[in-house]
């Protein structure tokens, strides 16, 4: 039986981290608003636990992105496909990822893909051509996580 997983990811500011990489793979940023309102009104979630963003109400320190044509459960909002959670967490990034995404392009191409991507706020590291095996960048987010964007 295969099971469901999700990819997380520690940041510094999960909901700008969760936009950015929505914008990069064409993903949408979970809504888990009605969520969130349903348990402050039950008086199951303190206001304290609860942040606004884009004028959409989340769990303080959470956020998540989907894959639009993924399923997702219209009453949480939280999505039972293809998914990134960013978690915030005290401490900065000391150390290279052990773990990475990796980027695909299409059409576009590999240099119309890393412009748009630096555009929204990856920075280029380093080049890597290996001949017949491919070519594509290394690349950081904003928060300074590697990753590689490819044609």
């Given at each position: 039986m295969a099971l469901h997983w999700k990819l997380v990811i520690d940041s510094t500011d999960a909901a700008a981290l969760a936009d950015f990489w929505a914008e990069a793979l064409g993903y949408e940023v979970e809504d888990p608003g009605a969520l969130v309102a349903r348990l402050l009104a039950a008086g199951q979630l303190p206001e304290e636990a609860v942040?606004?963003?884009r004028g959409r109400k989340h769990f303080r320190g959470l956020a998540a992105i989907r894959h639009p044509d993924d399923p997702?459960?219209?009453?949480?909002?939280?999505?039972?496909?293809?998914?990134l959670l960013f978690q915030q967490v005290p401490e900065a990034k000391t150390v290279k990822n052990r773990l990475h995404v990796d980027v695909h392009g299409g059409p576009?191409?590999?240099?119309?893909?890393?412009?748009r991507l630096e555009g929204i706020g990856a920075t280029r590291l380093r080049e890597v051509d290996q001949g017949p095996a491919g070519h594509w960048w290394v690349m950081r987010d904003p928060e300074g996580n590697e990753f590689c964007a490819s044609a």
């Open positions: 942040a606004e963003h997702y459960d219209e009453v949480s909002g939280v999505g039972a496909g293809r998914r576009e191409g590999l240099e119309a893909l890393v412009s």
